[in-house]
C-alpha cells in the first residue's frame, strides 16, 4: 500500500487510452475501478489491523478522490451519453428490448453502488483526515460486489452493443462528450 509500490507499477490502460476510442477508456476505466476497490479493501484490512495512520490517510485520500470523480464520470458517460446514443441507434426489436432490460439494470447498479458508497464516503473521509474510523466490512463488500457484478453485465452485453450499433461518427461523439465532462467544458 505505499507510495513507492504505486509508483512502481506498470501505466494503466487508462494512461495510455485516448477519447478517440471510447469504448477502450470505458473499459479502462473499469481496470481503474477495480485497482481503487483494491486498494479500498487493503485499506480496511490495514485500519483494522495498524489503525489510522499518514499511510492509510493517503489511501483514502486517493480512493475518495477517484469515486468523487472519475467514477462519477464514468456513470455519467454512460447514462447520459452511451446508453441514450444505443437506445437511438438499436432498431432491431429483439435487440432493443434485451438492450432497455440492460440499460434498466445498469442504471439500477449505479443507484446501489451510489448507496453503497453513501455509507463508505463519511468514514473515508475521517481517515483521510487522520481521524479513527472503522471501515464496516460488510459496505466494503457490499460496494466492492455492486461493481465487481456491474462491470461484468456492462463488459459481456454493453461492448456488443457498442460494436454492432454505433458507427465512426457516433464513436467521436461520445468521445468527445467524454473528454469535455472530464475537462469541465461539458454542459450537459
Known sequence: MSHEDEKQRAPSLFDTVGFDDPLEMLLACHRRIEKQLDTLKRLRAYVHERGVDPEASAAAQAVLRYFLKAAMDHHEDEEKDLLPLLDERITDPGERARFRALREEVERDHREIEASWARLRKPLEGIAEGLTRALAAADVHAFATGYARHILAEESVLTEFFNR?????????????????RSGKWSG
Not at 170 to 181: I, V
Open 165 to 181: 450499433w454505433l458507427d465512426d461518427a457516433d464513436r467521436a461523439a461520445l468521445g468527445r462528450s467524454m473528454s469535455a465532462r
